[in-house]
């Protein structure tokens, strides 16, 4: 096991993301809404979504999503998570919005967040971020906004661990399987 | 990472046969299904290519139809077996009919039957997924599991809540799916109806269960009322002296509401003997829930259908 990332590389990172993500959209803010993915991407967007307001004094629409019930491999992988709530109560329709998540690797998981969102509503546009980037793209599926780049493995294993849920202090690990 | 409790099993028999962790979870999971109820596409893509079997031998609309929507808005296959147009009226045995399904790689198998252990013997005997949709008077889990979900989901707690069970507990497979599961998870059951219709033993069973078989006390400070039809088709006639006398002494009316608390919930399982067992004016009240549970009954069955998909 190794860490990867520490807390103020994490608070850099997505620092980092907020500026990119707001040059962007700062000409369109009416029509901006992000969106997080269960669990840690929530977390992330949160984060995120503060530091906009606080930048810009405007209310941002906020929503989060679980994706389970959209995954493409129920009853061929058995450590599938138990379900969380989607929540977005805001109109996607004609919005710009941002998908947050915390690891982008196979492009699944933004997959099935895509065809959920579209089964809501038909927003003007979807981009992606993620505060990590792991490679090994399995389906042509591509983020944005991302804030580090690391090459792995299959057999390695990402986590974070942030302080949302551990109420400890962030940090990033990696470890094989 | 915290480690998450999983739901392990590929059939669902009945409540007895859950741990309060695989209770847990199946409420946990039908809420995401029910919140897709208020979007105007209700469905999702889950159990995309799957089949379900709804396998009736004994009448029913509510859980009937409450199971094909529930597969339907997983976007799986339904198929309705009728049985008094099947081959059962050839003869043809439980199992073969069951092995036949199999043999059609039906992945779910809903059944309902007369006979108590009906599921139990298609789950040893096929390798599709079984799901009781209620057998004799043994259990009847979707609506033990839709009952807690609706209880929980107006109290926020199953624990020390106090739930009176009504009426014909003898005949009624609600009633055991209720027992089983409120017990498990924490709730002070009390069971009131006639004698004769309180099975003899039940508090071996149970022994943590009061019985009473005087409706005014024990209802006094309930939280929960679940009212069960009287079952005219099980020839209850010896069992009470007159339909009369069972409304008066055991029926739920406007009056006897407020003995229990203010905020008392009114379930039935439906359908129901209006003027019977419930008046209208409780069936219609405030307090009444009943509507709640058919909601409920659709993304419960959601969640089971999934959870047990995990492990077929």
């Known amino acids: 096991m190794k860490i990867l990332l520490k807390k103020k590389d994490i608070d850099k990172i997505i620092s980092n993301l907020t500026k990119k993500i707001l040059k962007k959209y700062k000409k369109n803010l009416n029509k901006f809404g992000i969106i997080g993915i269960h669990t840690n991407g929530v977390f992330i967007a949160k984060r995120i979504l503060n530091k906009i307001e606080k930048l810009t004094n405007k209310k941002i629409p906020f929503g989060y999503l679980d994706i389970t019930f959209y995954r493409d491999d129920i009853g061929y992988k058995t450590n599938i998570k138990n379900p969380k709530e989607t929540n977005i109560t805001f109109d996607v329709n004609n919005k710009e919005i941002l998908l947050v998540d915390d690891v982008i690797y196979t492009g699944r998981t933004i997959r099935a967040a895509i065809e959920q969102i579209l089964e809501i509503g038909r927003p003007k546009s979807l981009s992606v971020a993620v505060l990590i980037d792991r490679g090994n793209r399995e389906l042509p599926i591509y983020a944005e906004f991302v804030g580090k780049k690391v090459k792995t493995k299959p057999n390695q294993q990402i986590e974070l661990l942030l302080q949302e849920e551990t109420s400890q202090e962030d940090k990033v690990i990696i470890y094989s399987k | ?312």
């Open chain 2, 1 to 312: 990472m915290l480690k998450e409790k999983k739901f392990k099993h590929k059939h669902l028999l009945g409540l007895q046969y859950l741990s309060k962790e695989d209770i847990e979870i199946i409420l946990d999971t039908a809420k995401p299904f029910k919140n897709l109820f208020t979007r105007s596409i209700k469905k999702v893509p889950t159990l995309r290519g799957r089949s379900v079997v709804l396998l009736f031998y004994e009448p029913s609309t509510r859980t009937r139809t409450s199971f094909e929507l529930a597969a339907k808005r997983l976007s799986a296959d339904t198929v309705n077996i009728s049985v008094q147009t099947s081959s059962v009226q050839k003869g043809e045995s439980l199992i073969d009919t069951a092995k036949t399904l199999e043999a059609m790689k039906a992945d779910f198998i809903v059944i309902r039957h007369s006979h108590a252990g009906a599921p139990h013997i298609l789950s040893q005997n096929v390798s599709s997924s079984i799901i009781n949709a209620g057998d004799g008077f043994h259990e009847h889990p979707t609506q033990g599991l839709l009952d807690i979900f609706t209880i929980k989901e107006k109290k926020g707690r199953i624990k020390d809540l106090k739930v009176v069970i009504l009426g014909d507990i003898l005949h009624s497979r609600v009633a055991r799916s209720n027992l089983w599961g409120l017990t498990k998870l924490g709730a002070k059951v009390v069971l009131c109806g006639p004698p004769t219709l309180i099975p003899y033993g039940i508090d071996k069973i149970f022994p943590e269960v009061e019985i009473e078989y005087n409706l005014d006390k024990a209802i006094k400070n309930a939280d929960v009322i679940n009212i069960l039809r009287v079952q005219f088709e099980r020839q209850l006639e010896h069992l009470f002296p007159s339909v009369r006398e069972y409304s008066l002494l055991y029926g739920m009316n406007k009056e006897r509401l407020k003995i229990a608390r203010n905020d008392v919930l009114i379930l039935h399982p439906g359908p129901m003997n209006r003027g019977i067992e419930i008046t209208t004016d409780v069936a219609d009240s405030l307090n009444s829930v009943i509507n709640q549970q058919v909601t409920n009954g659709v993304a419960v069955r959601m969640a089971v259908l999934y959870l047990l998909s995990l492990n077929s």
